[in-house]
C-alpha cells in the first residue's frame, strides 16, 4: 500500500471521527439540560409538600384571625396546583428525552413537549404572583409566634417561582441545543448595544446568585446571636427580588431582539419593552437600596463570618452598578434605533472687520519683515 492510500485513509479515518464526537457532543448537552428540567419538576413537587406543610400551620390554627388564616388557606391550596403542574412538567420532560434521541423525525412532537414545559411553568408563575397579597398580609398579620411559620412560607412560596423559571431556561437550552430556536441578530450599533445588554443581565443574575448563597451561609448558621441572621435574611431575601428580575430582563431583552429587527414597525412595541427593562433594573436598585443598613452590618462580623458577609456586599454593589449600566445601555439603544432629526447647522453671519482692524490684526511683524528687507538688498548688492 502506497503512501497516498495510506494518507487518504487516515484522512477519512479522521473526517468520520469528527462527525461521530460532534453530534454525540450535542445530543449530549440536550439530555444534560432535559435532565434539568426533570430534576427542577420534582423540586417543584416536593416544594408543593413543603408549602403545604407550612401554610397548616397557620390555616389549621383556630386561634388566629379569620383573615389570616383565609390567606395561609389560599396558598395552601395552590401548594395542591403547583404539586400537578410539577408532576406534567415531570412528565412532559421524560417524554422529551426519548423525542430528543431522533430530533429531526420527532421536531413537530419535541416543540409541543417544550410548549407543554414552558405553559406549565407560566401557570406556576403566574399561580405564585397571584398569591402576593395573602403573603403580605400572613408577614404583617402573623402574631409573633407565627412570624416564622410566615417568613418560612414566603421563602418556599418564592424559592418555588425561582424553580420555575429555571425550568423555562432549561427548557429553552433544549430548543436551542437541537438548534431549533431561531436566532435574532441585530446589526450596527443596535446589535452592540442588545449584546452588552444581555451580557449585563446574566452579571446581574450570577451576582444575585451569590448574595443568595453568602447570605444563605449567614441565615442558616445557628452559631451566630440572631441579630446578624436577621441581617443576613434581609439580604437574602433580596437577592430573590434582584435575582427575578434579572431573568425578567433577559426574557425582555430576547423580545426586544425580534421587535428591534423592524424597528419601524414596531416602535412602540419597542420603546415599551426597554420601558420595562428600565423599570425592572429600578425595583433592583431600590430592592438593594433598601437594605443598605443591613449590608453594611454585617460587615460588623469578624472571621469567618465576614468572609459571607464581605462576599455578599460586593456582590450587592455589583449589582447596583450593573443595574445602573443597563438603564444606560438601554438608552443608548433607543438612541440608536431612532436617532432624534440632526438640528440644521445654521451658517455663522461673516463678522465686519474694518480693514484698518485686519491692517492691525498681525501687530509686531513690520519690524522684522523690514530688518528681513535690508538684509536681502545688502546681499544683493554684495553679489553685484
Known amino acids: 500500500m502506497n503512501f497516498n492510500k495510506i494518507f487518504g485513509i487516515a484522512i477519512i479515518a479522521l473526517v468520520l471521527m469528527v462527525a461521530s464526537v460532534l453530534p454525540a457532543s450535542a445530543h449530549g448537552d440536550v439530555n444534560m439540560a432535559i435532565d434539568e428540567v426533570i430534576e427542577h419538576a420534582e423540586e417543584l413537587v416536593e416544594m408543593s409538600a413543603t408549602i403545604h406543610d407550612q ?22 391550596l395552590s401548594s395542591h396546583d403547583i404539586e400537578h403542574i410539577g408532576a406534567h412538567i415531570k412528565e412532559h420532560a421524560e417524554e422529551l428525552k426519548v423525542l430528543a434521541a431522533d430530533p429531526e423525525a420527532n421536531e413537530e412532537e419535541i416543540m409541543i413537549a417544550l410548549g407543554e414545559i414552558n405553559e406549565h411553568a407560566d401557570e406556576a408563575l403566574e399561580l405564585i404572583d397571584s398569591k402576593d397579597a395573602d403573603l403580605q398580609k400572613m408577614l404583617s398579620d402573623a402574631p409573633e409566634s407565627h412570624q416564622q411559620y410566615a417568613a418560612d412560607i414566603k421563602n418556599s412560596v418564592t424559592e418555588a417561582g425561582s424553580i420555575a423559571d429555571h425550568i423555562k431556561t432549561h427548557a429553552a437550552e433544549v430548543e436551542e441545543d437541537l438548534g431549533f430556536a431561531e436566532a435574532v441578530v441585530l446589526e450596527g450599533d443596535a446589535g452592540i448595544h442588545v449584546t452588552a445588554m444581555e451580557g449585563i443581565a446574566n452579571d446581574m443574575l450570577d451576582d444575585s446568585t451569590t448574595i443568595l448563597l453568602e447570605t444563605k451561609c449567614l441565615v442558616k448558621d445557628e452559631s451566630l446571636d440572631q441579630q446578624w441572621r436577621d441581617y443576613a435574611k434581609q439580604v437574602h431575601l433580596a437577592s430573590h427580588t434582584t435575582e427575578h428580575a434579572s431573568k425578567e430582563i433577559l426574557e425582555d ?7 428591534a429587527a423592524e424597528p419601524a414597525a414596531n416602535e412602540a412595541a419597542v420603546k415599551a419593552k426597554i420601558g420595562e427593562i428600565n423599570d425592572h433594573a429600578q425595583v433592583v436598585m431600590d430592592e438593594l437600596l433598601a437594605q ?3 449590608v453594611h452590618k454585617i460587615l460588623e462580623l469578624e472571621v469567618p463570618y465576614l468572609t459571607h458577609a464581605s462576599a455578599s456586599h460586593d456582590a450587592v454593589h455589583k449589582v447596583e452598578y ?34 484698518e482692524a485686519e491692517g492691525n490684526s498681525t501687530p509686531g511683524f513690520g519690524f522684522p519683515i ?15
Not at 438601554?330 to 445654521?346: M, N
Not at 523690514?370 to 553685484?384: E, P, Q, S, T
Open 322 to 355: 450593573e443595574a445602573k449600566q443597563l438603564q444606560k445601555k438601554s438608552e443608548k439603544l433607543e438612541a440608536a434605533l431612532y436617532p432624534a432629526a440632526a438640528p440644521e447647522a445654521v451658517a455663522a453671519e461673516p463678522s465686519e472687520v474694518s480693514t
Open 253 to 259: 431583552i430576547d423580545e426586544l431582539k425580534t421587535l
Open 370 to 384: 523690514a530688518i528681513a528687507g535690508i538684509l536681502g538688498a545688502i546681499c544683493l548688492f554684495r553679489r553685484k
Open 55 to 76: 401554610t397548616m400551620l397557620i390555616a389549621d390554627d383556630e386561634g388566629l384571625d379569620d383573615d389570616l388564616r383565609a390567606a395561609g388557606e389560599s396558598i395552601h
Open 292 to 294: 443598605n443598613e443591613a
